[in-house]
């Protein structure tokens, strides 16, 4: 294809969009809807994920070490453990620490305080405090510190309980529940989007079809077929950047309300996100909405060059 | 220059035969009428000429080229040399007369010089050299087909077809179309005209073919239409 063509292609296409006038609008609305599913899919998924993060984070496996336990023991099995590749990070909390923790948190309840002051001695022991990187290998780390490796060692003497068997239900719960998020997530958005590009491909099917008269006038003009459909890919093109647009620029309000009054039930302020991403986002609503009206104007005009 | 042998065309979806067994040859230069009522098969021979639809059998040739035969990147380059006309002129509705002509052109591969310099001139010699930047609906019946004949004229084609081109024109209208026709092939290039417009047969003088349910049943030189 010549350079002169693919200016004359392009010039063709910007000016169908502009005369086509309703038909573009209807284009637009259609693909701006499709388009807005993708970026509120784009929006939930970080939601998801951020909570999904925030809740790991909470659950851990936490060491409580007899009262009295030597300290150099203690940041032993904490090497050993640090060395395990599941482990994220592990914490030491003395037993001075944790008394301190105590008060604190008491710190307006002096009923508890009193009695703790009544005691001659710390009552509480030192723990350690175990993030894994997924959820899914707490188990491990559980099993390594009910392993012989530990018992051969007085190690095993000195851990009072690990409660990860009491905490197990509620994590291998919320490990079901995050796959069953995403699986749910994934299914929701192939359905979704599915639903939107049809819905999509047929309104520019439409439009050609509206159309075909006029392509079979360029047939017998003697235009060749790509001169032909040229124009309409072009056209879709500018439907996909139109939409594209107009989805940011809608979202920005969406964003801002969502940040002020949902935040705290996301976890997240969607409009910092919205800022965040701005860039990541218009590219992924573009280039989506672009491809999807390049590949319905190309499938489209196709019937009726075929002969 | 253009023979038709033996062509029969049957529809898909029809039990009869459109054209049958219709033969006849057009020498370059001629001015050619074919007439008939309507359904006696002469926008059929005109899709088929085009390679628009292909013959159940037989042969249709241009010069040496076998229409029927050609692949569709081939029929585009035919095309270019067949400038056509039609009863609905067919214009592009989103384009202006300017644009229409210049789609022509830039179909063809014309500079844009080229196209600057021609289509004003084309569209004056149609009379339509004010109104080159109105869209067809803004445009009469009559200016539409005269900006249809000036699109079908513009790349110098060898063979100009007009399918009833004053079927839907009052007879002030008609007179100028059919003027227009004899000037374009009195200037070298062939005409074919298909029209159940008796005056307009009767006013030529020049070769006419009649078809009567799809075979041809008179071919005269300066016939009339007889049927």
């Known amino acids: 294809m010549k350079v002169l063509d693919i200016k004359r ?6 000016l169908n969009f502009v005369r086509n006038g309703f038909v573009s609008l ?11 599913v993708v970026t509120l899919i784009i929006f939930s998924q970080a939601v998801l994920s951020f909570s999904l993060s925030q809740l790991k984070e909470k659950v851990d496996v936490t060491v409580f070490f007899n009262v009295g336990a030597s300290e150099t023991e203690i ?118 989007v599915l639903m939107s590009v049809i819905i999509t491909f047929n309104t520019l099917r439409l439009n050609i079809y509206i159309a075909r008269e006029e392509i079979g006038v360029m047939r017998v003009v003697g235009a060749e077929n790509h001169y032909i459909r040229g124009p309409f890919l072009v056209e879709g093109m500018i439907y996909g950047l139109v939409s594209a647009f107009i989805t940011m620029l809608m979202f920005y309000p969406i964003s801002l309300w969502l940040g002020a009054n949902m935040t705290d039930f996301f976890g997240i302020n969607l409009n910092t996100y919205y800022f965040a991403n701005f860039f990541q986002l218009f590219v992924i609503t573009a280039v989506f909405g ?16 075929k002969k | 220059m253009i023979r038709f042998e033996n062509i029969t065309k049957i529809y898909s979806n029809a039990k009869e035969a459109s054209v049958e067994d219709v033969s006849f040859e057009i020498k370059e230069g001629e001015f050619v009428s074919i007439v008939g009522h309507s359904g006696a098969g002469k926008t059929t ?22 229409v029927n035969e050609l692949r569709p990147s081939k029929l585009t380059k035919l095309r270019r040399r067949i400038g056509t006309v039609f009863q609905d002129f067919r214009l592009l509705p989103n384009k202006t007369a300017y644009e229409n002509i210049a789609f022509a052109m830039e179909s063809a591969g014309k500079t844009d010089e080229k196209i600057e310099s021609d289509v004003p001139h084309v569209l004056d010699l149609v009379d339509l050299g004010s109104k080159a930047f109105h869209f067809p609906h803004q445009l009469s019946g009559g200016e539409k087909q005269r900006l249809s004949i000036a699109r079908a004229i513009i790349n110098n084609p060898e063979v100009v077809v007009a399918d009833e081109p004053t079927g839907n024109l009052d007879p002030v209208n008609t007179y100028e179309v059919v003027h227009i026709l004899k000037k374009i092939n009195s200037l070298g290039t062939t005409v074919i005209l298909t029209t159940h417009n008796k005056g307009v047969v009767d006013a030529i003088h020049k070769r006419v073919i009649t078809l009567e349910d799809g075979k041809v049943v008179r071919d005269d030189e300066k016939g009339k239409y007889i049927i």
Do not use: C, W
């Open chain 1, 290 to 305: 672009t491809l999807l009206g390049i590949v319905s104007s190309f499938l489209a005009t196709r019937a009726y060059l």
């Open chain 1, 9 to 14: 292609i392009v010039k063709g296409g910007f």
């Open chain 2, 45 to 66: 021979i005109v899709k088929l000429l085009l390679g628009e639809e292909k013959p159940t059998s037989g042969s249709i040739f241009f010069e040496e080229i076998e």
């Open chain 1, 26 to 36: 209807s284009s637009v609305l259609v693909m701006t809807i499709t388009l807005s």
């Open chain 1, 75 to 192: 940041l032993g099995l904490k090497s050993q453990l640090e060395e395990l590749p599941e482990v994220a990070n592990v914490e030491y909390i003395s037993s001075e620490q944790a008394l301190e923790n105590f008060r604190k948190r008491h710190e307006t309840d002096y009923l508890t305080l009193q009695a703790l002051e009544e005691l001659d001695s710390n009552p509480l022991g030192a723990t350690l405090n175990i993030e894994a990187i997924e959820a899914s290998e707490y188990e491990q780390i559980a099993n390594f510190l009910d392993s012989g490796d530990i018992l051969e060692s007085n190690q095993k003497l000195i851990i009072d309980k690990v409660n990860y068997s009491q905490n197990k239900l509620v994590i291998d719960r919320l490990i079901s529940i995050t796959e069953g998020a995403k699986r749910l997530g994934l299914g929701i958005t192939i359905v979704l």
